[in-house]
């Protein structure tokens, strides 16, 4: 069992940075893959970003391409947190993120595939 807890949301303007947290409880960390998706009112939850740990401190990442060059995913495996840093915010940014957590090495975007979920975290970007 994992458990997820989000933080870092909040209001920022359009261009400005936020880095959200992703708290996990539970053993075996580098076992998961890790996932953040958003979900705006009215849309369907997107993928964002995800990484999962290959071999020998290695980890790989996969980004959508609406935040490729702005986002980046990261972990501290000592505090069992991964991050979410985000540049450059857009006022389309807009959402509820969520991170989530499945036991496996492959990297996948699809959010029926993870089985652990945070209760999400706001971020709000005016323009």
């Known amino acids: 069992q994992v458990q997820l807890v989000e933080s870092g949301g909040g209001l920022v303007q359009a261009g400005g940075s936020l880095r959200l947290s992703c708290a996990a409880s539970?053993?075996?960390?580098?076992?998961?893959?890790i996932g953040w998706f958003r979900q705006a009112p009215g849309k369907e939850r997107e993928f964002v970003a995800a990484?999962?740990?290959?071999?020998?401190?290695?980890?790989?990442?996969n980004y959508a391409d609406s935040v490729k060059g702005r986002f980046t995913i990261s972990r501290d495996n000592a505090k069992n947190t991964v991050f979410l840093q985000m540049n450059n915010l857009k006022p389309e940014d807009a959402a509820v993120y969520y991170c989530a957590a499945v036991q496996t090495r492959t990297l996948t975007t699809a959010p029926q595939r993870y089985n652990y979920w945070g209760q999400g975290t706001q971020v709000t970007v005016s323009s």
């Open positions: 539970g053993r075996d960390f580098n076992s998961y893959a």
């Open positions: 990484q999962t740990y290959i071999l020998s401190n290695t980890y790989v990442a």
